[in-house]
């Protein structure tokens, strides 16, 4: 089993950064693929950023969200910048022990509860 606990959401206005944490805890490894992931309302869930060996980002937040990981620290996160108001969401941290790095939201066994962002015009 893998807990995962989401932090650092909040309200910013656009061109505004937020960096998103995700601790995770049990069983987990550096090649365990971690994600993350957004739902808007009324929208489906959609891929964000995924991050095994190398990063991968959804075309919508290339060049201004970057994913990262701390393997000590059992530690995800996602440095937001740039942000716009069609960014505002649930932002959810996923991981898959397979190793995949996918943008599927099928792929990813475990999920974090969810923290919100809300970007202001």
């Known amino acids: 089993q893998v807990q995962l606990v989401e932090s650092g959401g909040g309200l910013v206005q656009a061109g505004g950064s937020l960096r998103l944490s995700c601790t995770a805890s049990g069983r987990t490894s550096s090649s365990t693929a971690m994600g993350w992931f957004r739902q808007a309302p009324g929208k489906e869930r959609e891929f964000v950023a995924a991050f095994r060996w190398s990063a991968y980002y959804a075309d919508s937040v290339k060049g201004r969200f970057t994913i990262s990981r701390d393997n000590a620290k059992n530690m995800v996160y996602l440095q937001m910048s740039s942000l716009k108001p069609e960014d505002t969401a649930v932002y959810y941290c996923?991981?898959?022990?397979?190793?995949?790095?996918?943008?599927?939201?099928?792929?990813?066994?475990?999920w974090g509860q969810g923290t919100q962002v809300t970007v202001s015009s």
């Open positions: 996923a991981a898959d022990p397979t190793g995949r790095a996918s943008v599927y939201v099928r792929n990813y066994d475990y």
